[in-house]
């Protein structure tokens, strides 16, 4: 097994949600940040009862008295304090300033931000251009000039503190809620009859909530910076109380003379202050609905493998692309989940292979897999082999693995538009998929990606390489993508649907140039489909996937003209033919309810 495969160790089966605990001790860096924040948190609220001697008594004997001497861990200050004392308490009163100053800014900064973007119009108009005047001010000269009128003082140093993050707040919360106003299932709950209020409360607050969760995050630890910086000016805490600015600003004299003096508040603010970045990463992934099947959208660069797969031997070593007992699952909420289960196919060159099915049946993850494209987390490969040209994939070292990818096996997808870069033109792209396996100069590069273009059918290729994605029609977007796979002159090219989101003149133009460049240049295609019309037009051979397993397979002709497998039979059945009617859903609906009965 390479090395640059993913091992993983497999949940066991179970039913149990994944606690939010769990999720966020997923994250390693988030959980770090735990420990370091509880810690630090912790020794501050047992400040009163630790054997602590008093921060603010002073012994001009014992002044500068150096690290870890007799009675003084972290020495003394320019007065003879106790700095580990003063560090303690310090910690405490900056940390229940600045988390005070950050529940009350997010609480004004949201409330302002969800009800301007939410109501539009004019009160967003007028609520944005107040927070503009706040934002029109350095925040830091706002934040003194705030103090300078209250008077000098903690609480004053909270309040403007408070006051100059608003607008953090409120933009980010504005520009979120923005985009969710006008979503479909915002709309949809106004068509049910619910007022605002509940609206706000329960469709647009809990999609913003991550959003305000690490805004709290990243703001706590500018604020504690904010407060330190005021008390180091003289303006926040005042003598003898200590904090961690005021801390700094006495000892900025012994910089040189006694630099623990300083040092040592420094790195407690930097401790708080990282440990609240990385654990609001974390916080806001458990928030998120979306991640928390524990998938956090971090997959790795190939398909984790079990290191305990069953590896069998290549069935078809004529065939140019070999699939045995493969299975492929995916961990939900902890429990391990099979979605392909032991399907066993095989590719000659030359040859098209459509993989049939309906939709969740395997078909997708089946192709993805093959050159190690399933996300991990949360997929993984437990048993099978995939062999091209003999050579097993899922051994493969992780360079030659992604040398592979482009080069001996390309991939068509469904949707040009969303895999498509939106800020690239279309010829940058393909140059850029000839120049990933290829070194060629940047006139060779453009004069190759404009002599794919025209040859997908592309009109006037050389100007419409500077064209953007959205600039082209549907199917236009397909004959890209089919270029950019045709770049490097391929093995195998799989095709998933490509031709779904067209209309049916644009499928028969791409089915077309398909079969005609794979009989140009002798590639095997794999093609996925759930139409059999598509099927009949392309296909040499065809396998019937149903539930992750492989339930048919033959030649095309062979498998549509006399299915064996009753589901085969069912799906063939479901195909309507002209001029049956009403006749046909007469026909087809005791097909749905039998194959609903076999169904567990």
Not at 241 to 270: N, W
Not at 315 to 321: E, N
Not at 371 to 397: C, F, K, Q, T
Not at 403 to 411: D, E, K, Q
Request: with cysteine; glycine share 10%; net charge neutral.
């Amino acid at each position: 097994m390479s090395d640059a495969l993913a091992t993983p160790s497999l949940p066991a089966a179970g039913s149990g949600r994944v606690s939010s605990w769990r999720l966020l001790f997923n994250n390693r860096l988030a959980t770090i940040g735990l420990c370091m924040l509880s810690a630090l948190v912790l020794m501050t609220l047992l400040a009163p009862i630790l054997p602590l001697p008093d921060p603010d008594a002073t012994a001009p004997a014992d002044r500068l008295q150096p690290l870890f001497s007799a009675g003084h861990i972290l020495g003394t200050d320019q007065l003879g304090r106790d700095i580990l004392s003063r560090l303690i308490w310090g910690s405490r009163v900056s940390m229940i300033v600045g988390f005070s100053a950050t529940l009350v800014a997010a609480a004004i900064g949201s409330t302002i931000g969800i009800v301007s973007g939410y109501a539009g119009g004019r009160t967003d108009n007028l609520m944005m251009r107040g927070i503009d005047m706040l934002m029109a001010f350095p925040y830091i000269l706002l934040a003194l000039a705030i103090v300078a009128v209250l008077g000098p003082g903690l609480m004053n140093a909270l309040y403007a503190i408070a006051v100059v993050n608003i607008p953090f707040f409120a933009r980010n919360v504005r520009g979120v809620t923005l985009g969710l106003s006008h979503r479909e299932f915002v709309d949809a709950a106004r068509l049910s009859g619910k007022g605002h209020l509940s609206i706000v409360l329960t469709e647009i607050l809990p999609n913003v909530l991550p959003v305000i969760v690490i805004t709290m995050s990243t703001t706590a630890g500018w604020m504690i910076l904010e407060t330190a910086g005021l008390s180091f000016l003289g303006l926040g805490a005042q003598p003898p109380q200590a904090d961690l600015g005021s801390m700094l600003g006495e000892g900025r004299a012994q910089l040189f003379t006694a630099p623990h003096v300083s040092v040592v508040p420094g790195v407690m603010i930097f401790l708080i202050v990282i440990s609240l970045n990385v654990l609001g990463d974390g916080i806001r992934d458990v928030l998120d609905p979306r991640l928390r099947s524990g998938a956090l959208l971090r997959p790795g660069p190939v398909t984790a493998v079990d290191p305990e797969r069953s590896r069998p031997k290549n069935g078809k070593p004529s065939a140019i692309l070999t699939v045995e007992g493969l299975e492929i699952g995916f961990t939900r909420n902890g429990r391990y989940s099979a979605a392909v289960k032991g399907v066993s196919l095989h590719l000659h060159p030359g040859e098209c292979l459509g993989l049939i099915g309906e939709s969740g049946s395997g078909k997708s993850v089946t192709a993805l897999s093959i050159m190690g494209l399933v996300s991990s987390p949360p997929g993984i490969i437990r048993n099978g082999a995939i062999y091209l040209h003999g050579e097993d994939v899922l051994s493969m070292p992780q360079t030659q693995l992604i040398s592979a990818r482009g080069s001996r096996v390309a991939y068509i997808f469904q949707d040009p538009l969303t895999t498509l870069h939106p800020m690239h033109s279309i010829g940058r792209q393909v140059a850029e998929a000839i120049a990933a396996h290829q070194t060629l100069s940047r006139q060779a590069l453009r004069e190759r990606s404009i002599a794919l273009l025209d040859r997908v059918g592309i009109p006037d290729a050389e100007k419409r390489a500077n064209h953007f994605p959205h600039q082209l029609s549907g199917g236009q977007r397909q004959r890209v993508g089919i270029a950019m796979a045709l770049a490097n002159d391929p093995d195998v090219i799989i095709a998933d649907e490509p031709t779904t989101a067209l209309d049916v003149t644009v499928q028969a133009q791409i089915l077309a140039l398909l079969r005609e460049l794979q009989r140009e240049r002798g590639m095997a295609l794999l093609f996925i489909t759930h139409d059999f019309g598509v099927v009949t037009e392309i296909c040499d051979r065809v396998a019937v996937m149903r539930d992750g397993h492989i339930v048919e397979t033959g030649k095309t002709q062979a498998v549509l003209g006399d299915p064996q497998h009753e589901y085969t039979k069912r799906l063939i059945a479901c195909v309507p033919e002209i001029g049956t009617g009403k006749s046909f859903l007469d026909r087809v609906a005791p097909i749905f309810a039998a194959d609903a009965e076999e169904r567990p």
